[in-house]
Protein backbone atom coordinates (compact mmCIF):
# COMPACT_ATOMS: atom_id res chain seq x y z
CA UNK A 1 0.00 0.00 0.00
CA UNK A 2 1.45 3.60 -0.87
CA UNK A 3 0.19 6.53 0.82
CA UNK A 4 0.24 9.15 -2.05
CA UNK A 5 -0.60 12.98 -2.04
CA UNK A 6 -3.05 13.62 -4.82
CA UNK A 7 -0.55 15.83 -6.47
CA UNK A 8 2.42 13.40 -6.57
CA UNK A 9 5.03 15.12 -8.28
CA UNK A 10 8.94 14.97 -8.48
CA UNK A 11 10.38 15.71 -5.62
CA UNK A 12 14.69 15.25 -5.13
CA UNK A 13 14.45 13.62 -8.85
CA UNK A 14 12.19 10.96 -8.40
CA UNK A 15 9.21 10.60 -9.55
CA UNK A 16 6.28 8.90 -7.57
CA UNK A 17 5.23 5.67 -8.72
CA UNK A 18 1.65 3.94 -8.29
CA UNK A 19 2.20 0.44 -7.64
CA UNK A 20 1.50 -2.90 -9.11
CA UNK A 21 -1.95 -3.74 -10.33
CA UNK A 22 -4.19 -6.49 -10.81
CA UNK A 23 -7.15 -7.80 -13.03
CA UNK A 24 -9.40 -8.99 -10.23
CA UNK A 25 -12.44 -11.34 -11.71
CA UNK A 26 -15.73 -10.29 -10.49
CA UNK A 27 -18.97 -12.11 -9.59
CA UNK A 28 -20.55 -10.94 -12.87
CA UNK A 29 -17.38 -12.09 -14.76
CA UNK A 30 -16.09 -8.32 -15.05
CA UNK A 31 -12.36 -7.42 -14.64
CA UNK A 32 -11.36 -4.94 -13.37
CA UNK A 33 -8.73 -3.48 -14.41
CA UNK A 34 -5.22 -1.43 -13.56
CA UNK A 35 -1.97 -0.55 -14.77
CA UNK A 36 1.29 -2.63 -13.96
CA UNK A 37 4.42 -0.31 -13.82
CA UNK A 38 5.82 -2.84 -16.02
CA UNK A 39 3.88 -1.98 -19.12
CA UNK A 40 4.14 0.45 -21.65
CA UNK A 41 1.53 2.06 -23.25
CA UNK A 42 1.72 3.32 -26.77
CA UNK A 43 1.31 7.17 -26.68
CA UNK A 44 -0.10 7.26 -29.88
CA UNK A 45 -3.16 5.03 -29.28
CA UNK A 46 -3.88 4.86 -25.67
CA UNK A 47 -1.71 7.26 -23.60
CA UNK A 48 -3.20 10.67 -26.07
CA UNK A 49 -4.33 13.67 -24.44
CA UNK A 50 -6.39 13.91 -27.36
CA UNK A 51 -8.18 10.80 -26.64
CA UNK A 52 -11.58 11.41 -24.82
CA UNK A 53 -11.81 10.39 -20.93
CA UNK A 54 -14.37 7.82 -21.10
CA UNK A 55 -16.26 6.02 -18.70
CA UNK A 56 -17.08 2.91 -20.95
CA UNK A 57 -14.53 0.59 -21.03
CA UNK A 58 -15.41 -2.74 -21.37
CA UNK A 59 -13.02 -6.07 -20.36
CA UNK A 60 -13.82 -9.90 -20.91
CA UNK A 61 -12.09 -12.39 -18.93
CA UNK A 62 -9.42 -13.78 -19.86
CA UNK A 63 -6.79 -16.91 -19.21
CA UNK A 64 -4.21 -14.29 -18.42
CA UNK A 65 -4.02 -11.69 -15.30
CA UNK A 66 -1.90 -9.54 -17.00
CA UNK A 67 -2.78 -6.24 -18.40
CA UNK A 68 -1.29 -7.01 -21.64
CA UNK A 69 -3.64 -9.48 -22.50
CA UNK A 70 -6.76 -6.41 -22.64
CA UNK A 71 -7.67 -4.08 -25.35
CA UNK A 72 -9.29 -5.14 -28.52
CA UNK A 73 -12.19 -6.35 -27.14
CA UNK A 74 -12.13 -3.88 -24.21
CA UNK A 75 -11.05 -1.02 -25.85
CA UNK A 76 -8.01 0.24 -24.32
CA UNK A 77 -5.11 -0.04 -26.45
CA UNK A 78 -2.38 -2.45 -26.50
CA UNK A 79 0.96 -2.12 -25.10
CA UNK A 80 4.15 -1.63 -27.45
CA UNK A 81 7.89 -1.82 -25.67
CA UNK A 82 8.58 0.18 -29.23
CA UNK A 83 7.31 3.38 -27.02
CA UNK A 84 7.92 3.28 -23.30
CA UNK A 85 5.39 5.85 -21.43
CA UNK A 86 4.76 4.41 -17.97
CA UNK A 87 2.08 5.16 -16.91
CA UNK A 88 2.39 4.77 -12.94
CA UNK A 89 4.79 7.60 -12.75
CA UNK A 90 3.15 10.69 -11.79
CA UNK A 91 5.35 13.54 -12.83
CA UNK A 92 4.83 16.95 -13.45
CA UNK A 93 7.07 18.50 -16.24
CA UNK A 94 9.02 22.04 -16.45
CA UNK A 95 7.60 22.76 -19.78
CA UNK A 96 3.77 23.34 -19.01
CA UNK A 97 4.41 26.75 -17.60
CA UNK A 98 5.96 27.31 -21.00
CA UNK A 99 2.98 25.77 -22.71
CA UNK A 100 0.21 27.64 -20.75
CA UNK A 101 1.59 31.05 -20.75
CA UNK A 102 1.95 30.80 -24.94
CA UNK A 103 -1.28 29.53 -25.45
CA UNK A 104 -2.49 32.63 -23.05
CA UNK A 105 -0.70 34.66 -25.23
CA UNK A 106 -2.47 33.99 -28.53
CA UNK A 107 -5.27 33.65 -26.99
CA UNK A 108 -5.02 36.99 -25.86
CA UNK A 109 -4.63 38.18 -29.35
CA UNK A 110 -7.27 36.10 -30.77
CA UNK A 111 -9.98 37.93 -27.80
CA UNK A 112 -8.16 41.73 -29.33
CA UNK A 113 -9.43 40.90 -32.34
CA UNK A 114 -12.94 40.32 -31.35
CA UNK A 115 -13.31 43.78 -28.93
CA UNK A 116 -11.34 45.90 -31.44
CA UNK A 117 -13.82 47.20 -33.66
CA UNK A 118 -16.85 47.28 -30.63
CA UNK A 119 -14.29 49.44 -28.37
CA UNK A 120 -14.41 52.30 -31.21
CA UNK A 121 -18.18 51.47 -32.29
CA UNK A 122 -18.59 55.14 -33.25
CA UNK A 123 -14.84 55.74 -35.19
CA UNK A 124 -15.65 52.59 -37.41
CA UNK A 125 -18.91 53.55 -38.07
CA UNK A 126 -18.29 56.37 -39.69
CA UNK A 127 -14.85 55.08 -41.53
CA UNK A 128 -17.07 52.97 -42.99
CA UNK A 129 -20.35 54.42 -43.61
CA UNK A 130 -22.20 51.12 -41.51
CA UNK A 131 -24.68 51.11 -39.06
CA UNK A 132 -24.48 50.73 -35.42
CA UNK A 133 -25.74 46.99 -35.58
CA UNK A 134 -23.48 46.17 -38.52
CA UNK A 135 -20.08 47.16 -36.41
CA UNK A 136 -22.16 45.09 -33.21
CA UNK A 137 -22.47 42.34 -35.88
CA UNK A 138 -18.26 42.28 -35.94
CA UNK A 139 -18.11 41.30 -32.67
CA UNK A 140 -21.00 38.84 -32.44
CA UNK A 141 -19.90 37.33 -35.53
CA UNK A 142 -17.18 35.22 -32.96
CA UNK A 143 -20.38 34.05 -31.11
CA UNK A 144 -22.43 33.05 -34.03
CA UNK A 145 -19.44 30.98 -35.72
CA UNK A 146 -18.56 29.30 -32.57
CA UNK A 147 -22.04 27.13 -32.45
CA UNK A 148 -22.13 25.38 -35.49
CA UNK A 149 -18.06 24.94 -35.37
CA UNK A 150 -17.68 23.65 -31.56
CA UNK A 151 -18.79 19.91 -32.55
CA UNK A 152 -16.16 19.22 -35.20
CA UNK A 153 -13.45 21.08 -33.46
CA UNK A 154 -13.96 19.27 -30.19
CA UNK A 155 -14.03 15.71 -32.49
CA UNK A 156 -10.61 17.10 -34.15
CA UNK A 157 -9.58 17.91 -30.44
CA UNK A 158 -10.37 14.25 -29.44
CA UNK A 159 -8.84 12.71 -32.61
CA UNK A 160 -5.88 14.72 -33.10
CA UNK A 161 -5.13 16.40 -29.78
CA UNK A 162 -3.95 19.54 -28.56
CA UNK A 163 -0.91 20.60 -30.66
CA UNK A 164 -2.83 20.48 -33.98
CA UNK A 165 -5.62 22.47 -32.58
CA UNK A 166 -3.34 25.02 -30.90
CA UNK A 167 -1.39 24.97 -34.38
CA UNK A 168 -4.89 25.72 -36.55
CA UNK A 169 -6.24 28.24 -34.40
CA UNK A 170 -2.99 30.15 -33.98
CA UNK A 171 -2.80 30.15 -37.89
CA UNK A 172 -6.47 31.05 -38.63
CA UNK A 173 -5.50 33.82 -36.14
CA UNK A 174 -2.77 35.48 -38.26
CA UNK A 175 -4.10 34.58 -41.04
CA UNK A 176 -7.07 36.83 -40.03
CA UNK A 177 -5.21 39.65 -38.75
CA UNK A 178 -3.41 40.04 -42.23
CA UNK A 179 -6.40 40.08 -44.32
CA UNK A 180 -7.94 42.72 -42.15
CA UNK A 181 -4.84 44.98 -44.19
CA UNK A 182 -6.67 44.89 -47.07
CA UNK A 183 -9.68 46.68 -46.09
CA UNK A 184 -8.31 50.13 -44.86
CA UNK A 185 -10.61 51.82 -47.71
CA UNK A 186 -14.31 52.85 -46.74
CA UNK A 187 -15.78 50.44 -49.39
CA UNK A 188 -13.88 47.44 -48.42
CA UNK A 189 -15.90 46.99 -44.97
CA UNK A 190 -16.56 43.10 -46.91
CA UNK A 191 -12.87 42.40 -46.66
CA UNK A 192 -12.99 43.35 -42.70
CA UNK A 193 -15.42 41.27 -42.43
CA UNK A 194 -13.94 38.44 -43.54
CA UNK A 195 -10.95 38.53 -41.89
CA UNK A 196 -13.05 38.99 -38.49
CA UNK A 197 -14.44 35.30 -39.67
CA UNK A 198 -11.33 33.99 -40.08
CA UNK A 199 -10.48 35.17 -36.57
CA UNK A 200 -14.36 34.29 -35.36
CA UNK A 201 -13.35 30.61 -36.16
CA UNK A 202 -9.89 30.48 -34.83
CA UNK A 203 -11.78 31.11 -31.55
CA UNK A 204 -12.90 27.90 -32.04
CA UNK A 205 -9.93 26.12 -31.74
CA UNK A 206 -8.81 28.15 -28.38
CA UNK A 207 -11.77 28.81 -26.55
CA UNK A 208 -12.30 24.81 -25.04
CA UNK A 209 -8.70 24.46 -24.36
CA UNK A 210 -7.73 25.93 -21.08
CA UNK A 211 -9.02 23.10 -18.87
CA UNK A 212 -7.83 20.65 -21.48
CA UNK A 213 -4.32 22.06 -21.26
CA UNK A 214 -4.45 22.15 -17.12
CA UNK A 215 -5.57 18.18 -16.97
CA UNK A 216 -3.04 17.28 -19.38
CA UNK A 217 -0.21 19.47 -18.18
CA UNK A 218 -0.38 20.27 -14.73
CA UNK A 219 -1.25 18.37 -11.41
CA UNK A 220 -4.19 18.16 -9.05
CA UNK A 221 -3.25 21.10 -6.73
CA UNK A 222 -2.58 23.15 -9.64
CA UNK A 223 -5.62 22.66 -12.21
CA UNK A 224 -7.57 25.12 -11.23
CA UNK A 225 -4.75 28.18 -11.14
CA UNK A 226 -3.25 27.13 -14.58
CA UNK A 227 -6.79 27.29 -15.90
CA UNK A 228 -7.25 30.70 -14.66
CA UNK A 229 -3.80 31.76 -16.28
CA UNK A 230 -4.99 30.20 -19.51
CA UNK A 231 -8.36 32.02 -19.45
CA UNK A 232 -6.61 35.39 -18.09
CA UNK A 233 -4.50 35.84 -21.51
CA UNK A 234 -8.04 36.02 -23.17
CA UNK A 235 -9.18 37.95 -20.64
CA UNK A 236 -6.00 40.08 -21.02
CA UNK A 237 -6.44 40.39 -24.76
CA UNK A 238 -9.82 41.93 -24.21
CA UNK A 239 -8.68 44.85 -21.86
CA UNK A 240 -5.95 45.33 -24.18
CA UNK A 241 -8.75 45.38 -27.07
CA UNK A 242 -10.64 48.41 -25.05
CA UNK A 243 -7.28 50.17 -24.56
CA UNK A 244 -5.15 50.32 -27.33
CA UNK A 245 -7.91 51.38 -30.20
CA UNK A 246 -8.87 54.30 -28.48
CA UNK A 247 -5.09 55.83 -28.37
CA UNK A 248 -4.20 54.09 -31.64
CA UNK A 249 -7.11 54.83 -33.85
CA UNK A 250 -8.50 59.33 -32.89
CA UNK A 251 -11.96 59.96 -34.07
CA UNK A 252 -10.90 61.88 -36.84
CA UNK A 253 -12.88 63.47 -39.81
CA UNK A 254 -9.96 62.94 -42.60
CA UNK A 255 -10.72 59.39 -44.04
CA UNK A 256 -7.05 59.45 -45.25
CA UNK A 257 -5.63 60.11 -42.42
CA UNK A 258 -7.96 57.62 -39.77
CA UNK A 259 -7.06 54.72 -42.83
CA UNK A 260 -3.32 54.97 -41.36
CA UNK A 261 -4.69 54.91 -38.38
CA UNK A 262 -6.59 51.76 -38.51
CA UNK A 263 -3.82 50.32 -40.81
CA UNK A 264 -0.92 50.81 -37.81
CA UNK A 265 -3.40 49.03 -35.44
CA UNK A 266 -4.13 46.02 -37.90
CA UNK A 267 -0.12 45.81 -38.98
CA UNK A 268 0.23 45.73 -34.77
CA UNK A 269 -1.97 42.79 -34.71
CA UNK A 270 -0.23 40.95 -37.51
CA UNK A 271 3.21 40.90 -36.24
CA UNK A 272 2.53 39.69 -33.18
CA UNK A 273 0.05 36.99 -34.66
CA UNK A 274 2.81 36.19 -36.49
CA UNK A 275 5.69 35.90 -34.12
CA UNK A 276 2.70 33.85 -31.44
CA UNK A 277 2.17 31.23 -34.53
CA UNK A 278 6.11 30.58 -35.40
CA UNK A 279 5.99 29.90 -31.31
CA UNK A 280 3.68 27.72 -31.85
CA UNK A 281 5.31 25.60 -34.52
CA UNK A 282 8.67 25.34 -32.42
CA UNK A 283 7.66 25.41 -28.67
CA UNK A 284 3.76 23.72 -28.22
CA UNK A 285 4.27 20.39 -27.67
CA UNK A 286 1.42 17.15 -27.25
CA UNK A 287 1.64 16.51 -24.07
CA UNK A 288 3.99 15.55 -21.05
CA UNK A 289 6.06 12.28 -20.99
CA UNK A 290 4.39 11.49 -17.71
CA UNK A 291 0.52 12.00 -16.25
CA UNK A 292 0.61 15.14 -13.87
CA UNK A 293 -1.99 13.48 -11.18
CA UNK A 294 -3.69 10.32 -10.81
CA UNK A 295 -6.51 11.43 -12.24
CA UNK A 296 -5.06 11.83 -15.55
CA UNK A 297 -3.14 8.21 -15.26
CA UNK A 298 -6.52 6.77 -14.73
CA UNK A 299 -7.70 9.15 -17.90
CA UNK A 300 -5.28 7.30 -19.86
CA UNK A 301 -5.81 3.69 -18.81
CA UNK A 302 -9.75 4.12 -19.31
CA UNK A 303 -9.41 5.98 -23.00
CA UNK A 304 -11.01 3.99 -25.88
CA UNK A 305 -10.15 4.83 -29.10
CA UNK A 306 -13.73 2.93 -30.32
CA UNK A 307 -15.83 5.20 -27.65
CA UNK A 308 -18.21 6.86 -29.22
CA UNK A 309 -18.41 10.63 -29.76
CA UNK A 310 -21.98 10.57 -29.14
CA UNK A 311 -22.90 8.89 -26.64
CA UNK A 312 -19.96 11.22 -24.69
CA UNK A 313 -22.45 14.28 -25.34
CA UNK A 314 -25.77 12.29 -24.49
CA UNK A 315 -23.69 11.26 -21.10
CA UNK A 316 -23.59 14.68 -20.43
CA UNK A 317 -26.28 16.49 -21.21
CA UNK A 318 -27.82 13.26 -18.55
CA UNK A 319 -26.02 15.10 -15.52
CA UNK A 320 -28.71 17.21 -14.73
CA UNK A 321 -25.65 19.35 -12.73
CA UNK A 322 -24.02 20.24 -15.66
CA UNK A 323 -26.76 20.84 -17.80
CA UNK A 324 -27.55 23.77 -14.52
CA UNK A 325 -24.11 24.83 -15.11
CA UNK A 326 -23.86 25.53 -18.84
CA UNK A 327 -27.44 27.55 -18.74
CA UNK A 328 -25.95 29.65 -15.40
CA UNK A 329 -22.54 29.99 -17.46
CA UNK A 330 -24.44 31.27 -20.12
CA UNK A 331 -26.27 33.90 -18.54
CA UNK A 332 -23.21 35.03 -16.61
CA UNK A 333 -20.70 34.97 -19.98
CA UNK A 334 -23.14 36.06 -22.16
CA UNK A 335 -23.97 39.35 -20.37
CA UNK A 336 -20.50 40.05 -20.04
CA UNK A 337 -20.12 39.59 -24.00
CA UNK A 338 -22.97 42.19 -24.27
CA UNK A 339 -21.54 44.49 -22.25
CA UNK A 340 -18.28 44.41 -23.52
CA UNK A 341 -20.00 44.73 -27.14
CA UNK A 342 -21.99 47.54 -26.08
CA UNK A 343 -19.92 49.08 -23.56
CA UNK A 344 -18.83 51.96 -25.61
CA UNK A 345 -22.22 53.11 -27.22
CA UNK A 346 -23.35 53.12 -23.75
CA UNK A 347 -20.82 55.54 -22.22
CA UNK A 348 -21.08 57.77 -25.50
CA UNK A 349 -24.76 58.22 -24.52
CA UNK A 350 -23.76 59.43 -21.02
CA UNK A 351 -20.46 60.93 -21.43
CA UNK A 352 -20.06 62.24 -25.12
CA UNK A 353 -16.55 62.35 -26.75
CA UNK A 354 -15.22 60.06 -23.82
CA UNK A 355 -14.41 57.29 -25.99
CA UNK A 356 -10.71 56.60 -24.50
CA UNK A 357 -12.74 56.89 -20.98
CA UNK A 358 -14.86 54.27 -22.79
CA UNK A 359 -12.19 51.79 -23.53
CA UNK A 360 -10.64 52.42 -19.92
CA UNK A 361 -13.63 51.65 -18.51
CA UNK A 362 -13.78 48.73 -20.25
CA UNK A 363 -10.47 48.08 -19.15
CA UNK A 364 -10.89 47.88 -15.57
CA UNK A 365 -13.74 45.74 -16.03
CA UNK A 366 -11.69 43.29 -17.22
CA UNK A 367 -8.38 43.75 -15.67
CA UNK A 368 -10.45 43.75 -12.14
CA UNK A 369 -11.96 40.78 -13.29
CA UNK A 370 -8.52 39.09 -14.26
CA UNK A 371 -7.58 39.65 -10.90
CA UNK A 372 -10.87 37.85 -9.32
CA UNK A 373 -9.81 34.74 -11.85
CA UNK A 374 -6.66 34.15 -10.52
CA UNK A 375 -7.55 34.47 -6.89
CA UNK A 376 -10.46 32.21 -7.51
CA UNK A 377 -8.45 30.13 -9.15
CA UNK A 378 -5.29 29.74 -6.29
CA UNK A 379 -8.49 29.47 -3.87
CA UNK A 380 -10.24 26.47 -5.73
CA UNK A 381 -6.73 25.22 -5.55
CA UNK A 382 -6.25 25.00 -1.84
CA UNK A 383 -9.83 24.79 -0.77
CA UNK A 384 -11.56 22.55 -3.39
CA UNK A 385 -14.83 24.58 -2.42
CA UNK A 386 -16.42 24.39 -6.18
CA UNK A 387 -20.27 25.20 -5.67
CA UNK A 388 -19.77 27.54 -2.55
CA UNK A 389 -17.34 29.80 -4.27
CA UNK A 390 -19.05 29.85 -7.73
CA UNK A 391 -22.56 30.51 -5.72
CA UNK A 392 -20.89 33.54 -3.98
CA UNK A 393 -18.79 34.83 -6.98
CA UNK A 394 -22.07 34.95 -8.55
CA UNK A 395 -24.29 36.14 -6.50
CA UNK A 396 -21.21 39.32 -6.16
CA UNK A 397 -22.11 39.48 -9.74
CA UNK A 398 -25.58 40.01 -9.53
CA UNK A 399 -25.15 43.21 -6.64
CA UNK A 400 -22.15 44.62 -8.82
CA UNK A 401 -24.24 44.79 -11.93
CA UNK A 402 -27.12 46.05 -9.77
CA UNK A 403 -24.69 49.08 -8.37
CA UNK A 404 -23.26 49.58 -11.64
CA UNK A 405 -26.71 50.01 -13.36
CA UNK A 406 -27.78 53.17 -10.83
CA UNK A 407 -24.32 54.71 -10.82
CA UNK A 408 -23.83 54.75 -14.84
CA UNK A 409 -26.09 58.13 -15.15
CA UNK A 410 -24.85 60.05 -12.44
CA UNK A 411 -22.82 62.15 -14.54
CA UNK A 412 -19.54 61.16 -12.19
CA UNK A 413 -17.06 59.01 -14.69
CA UNK A 414 -14.65 58.07 -11.49
CA UNK A 415 -17.72 56.61 -10.00
CA UNK A 416 -18.35 54.73 -13.12
CA UNK A 417 -14.99 53.28 -12.86
CA UNK A 418 -15.23 52.04 -9.65
CA UNK A 419 -18.26 50.59 -9.71
CA UNK A 420 -17.33 49.43 -13.30
CA UNK A 421 -14.56 47.47 -11.70
CA UNK A 422 -16.01 46.38 -8.86
CA UNK A 423 -18.44 44.48 -10.96
CA UNK A 424 -15.30 42.99 -13.07
CA UNK A 425 -13.86 41.66 -10.44
CA UNK A 426 -16.62 39.10 -10.09
CA UNK A 427 -18.32 38.68 -13.80
CA UNK A 428 -15.08 37.94 -15.23
CA UNK A 429 -13.34 36.07 -11.96
CA UNK A 430 -16.41 33.49 -12.70
CA UNK A 431 -15.38 32.09 -16.37
CA UNK A 432 -12.56 29.83 -14.94
CA UNK A 433 -14.79 28.79 -12.38
CA UNK A 434 -17.56 27.80 -14.57
CA UNK A 435 -14.44 25.59 -16.57
CA UNK A 436 -12.74 23.77 -13.48
CA UNK A 437 -16.64 23.17 -12.02
CA UNK A 438 -17.51 21.82 -15.10
CA UNK A 439 -14.40 19.56 -15.18
CA UNK A 440 -15.55 18.03 -11.89
CA UNK A 441 -18.74 17.61 -12.41
CA UNK A 442 -18.18 15.55 -15.98
CA UNK A 443 -15.12 13.46 -15.11
CA UNK A 444 -14.28 11.04 -16.71
CA UNK A 445 -15.31 12.88 -20.11
CA UNK A 446 -13.40 14.83 -22.16
CA UNK A 447 -12.82 18.29 -20.72
CA UNK A 448 -12.84 19.60 -24.58
CA UNK A 449 -16.40 18.88 -24.96
CA UNK A 450 -17.38 20.06 -21.35
CA UNK A 451 -15.96 23.20 -21.84
CA UNK A 452 -17.01 23.47 -25.38
CA UNK A 453 -20.26 23.22 -24.29
CA UNK A 454 -20.35 26.12 -22.11
CA UNK A 455 -18.81 28.23 -23.96
CA UNK A 456 -22.19 27.40 -26.91
CA UNK A 457 -24.25 28.63 -23.97
CA UNK A 458 -22.11 31.51 -23.74
CA UNK A 459 -22.57 32.30 -27.41
CA UNK A 460 -26.49 32.19 -28.08
CA UNK A 461 -26.79 34.02 -24.74
CA UNK A 462 -24.52 36.35 -25.83
CA UNK A 463 -26.27 37.02 -28.96
CA UNK A 464 -29.65 37.44 -27.45
CA UNK A 465 -28.22 39.47 -24.80
CA UNK A 466 -26.35 41.71 -27.15
CA UNK A 467 -29.65 42.26 -30.04
CA UNK A 468 -31.98 42.57 -27.28
CA UNK A 469 -29.67 44.77 -24.97
CA UNK A 470 -28.97 47.24 -27.93
CA UNK A 471 -32.44 47.44 -29.34
CA UNK A 472 -33.42 48.19 -25.59
CA UNK A 473 -30.86 51.12 -25.15
CA UNK A 474 -31.84 52.49 -28.79
CA UNK A 475 -35.45 52.92 -27.80
CA UNK A 476 -35.81 53.14 -23.70
CA UNK A 477 -32.01 53.54 -22.71
CA UNK A 478 -29.14 52.21 -20.87
CA UNK A 479 -30.69 51.85 -17.41
CA UNK A 480 -33.82 49.54 -19.08
CA UNK A 481 -31.02 47.80 -20.83
CA UNK A 482 -28.96 46.76 -17.91
CA UNK A 483 -31.76 46.44 -15.66
CA UNK A 484 -32.58 43.62 -18.55
CA UNK A 485 -29.27 42.21 -17.77
CA UNK A 486 -29.59 42.03 -13.96
CA UNK A 487 -32.91 39.80 -14.08
CA UNK A 488 -31.28 37.00 -15.84
CA UNK A 489 -27.78 37.50 -13.78
CA UNK A 490 -30.13 36.79 -10.78
CA UNK A 491 -31.88 33.89 -12.40
CA UNK A 492 -28.48 32.35 -13.08
CA UNK A 493 -27.64 32.78 -8.87
CA UNK A 494 -30.65 31.19 -8.43
CA UNK A 495 -30.15 28.30 -10.76
CA UNK A 496 -26.51 27.73 -9.22
CA UNK A 497 -27.95 27.03 -5.75
CA UNK A 498 -29.55 23.90 -7.13
CA UNK A 499 -26.15 22.54 -8.36
CA UNK A 500 -24.71 19.45 -6.19
CA UNK A 501 -21.11 19.68 -5.36
CA UNK A 502 -20.54 16.11 -7.16
CA UNK A 503 -16.64 16.82 -7.93
CA UNK A 504 -15.31 13.53 -9.29
CA UNK A 505 -12.22 14.47 -10.46
CA UNK A 506 -11.32 15.15 -6.55
CA UNK A 507 -12.30 11.47 -6.16
CA UNK A 508 -10.21 9.97 -8.47
CA UNK A 509 -7.72 11.76 -7.12
CA UNK A 510 -7.73 10.51 -3.95
CA UNK A 511 -8.38 6.98 -4.88
CA UNK A 512 -5.95 4.23 -3.83
CA UNK A 513 -4.83 1.56 -6.06
CA UNK A 514 -7.37 -0.59 -4.62
CA UNK A 515 -10.49 1.69 -5.45
CA UNK A 516 -8.93 3.10 -8.84
CA UNK A 517 -9.19 -1.01 -9.34
CA UNK A 518 -13.00 -1.11 -8.82
CA UNK A 519 -13.28 2.10 -10.99
CA UNK A 520 -12.27 0.41 -13.73
CA UNK A 521 -14.21 -2.54 -13.29
CA UNK A 522 -16.89 0.02 -12.66
CA UNK A 523 -16.63 1.41 -16.06
CA UNK A 524 -15.54 -1.85 -17.76
CA UNK A 525 -19.44 -2.50 -16.88
CA UNK A 526 -20.83 0.36 -17.80
CA UNK A 527 -20.41 0.08 -21.80
CA UNK A 528 -22.78 -2.62 -22.13
CA UNK A 529 -25.50 -0.47 -20.33
CA UNK A 530 -24.68 3.03 -22.21
CA UNK A 531 -23.67 1.73 -25.73
CA UNK A 532 -20.53 2.62 -28.31
Known amino acids: MVNEDPNQQEQNGTPAQDPALRVDHSASGHQSVSTHPSVSMHPSVSAHPSVSIHPAVSARPSSSAHPSMLAQSGGLARPSSSC ?24 MCNAFQWIQYGSINNIFMHFYGVSAFAIDWLSMCYMLTYIPLLLPVAWLLEKFGLRTIALTGSALNCLGAWVKLGSLKPHLFPVTVLGQIICSVAQVFILGMPSRIASVWFGANEVSTACSIAVFGNQLGIAIGFLVPPVLVPNIEDQDKLAYHISIMFYIIGGVATLLFILVIIVFKEKPKHPPSRAQSLSYALASPDAS ?37 MVILHYPGEEVNAGRIGLTIVIAGMLGAVISGIWLDRSKTYK ?110 FIRADLRRQKANRETPENSTSLLSQSAEQRPLLGS
Request: a neutral charge.
Open 84 to 107: PEDLSVIKVSKRRWVVVLLFSCYS
Open 309 to 345: YLSSIVRLFRNLNFVLLVITYGLNAGAFYALSTLLNR
Open 388 to 497: ETTLVVYIMTVVGMVVYTLTLNLGHLWVVFITAGTMGFFMTGYLPLGFEFAVELTYPESEGMSSGLLNVSAQVFGIIFTISQGQIIDNYGTMPGNIFLCVFLTLGAVLTA
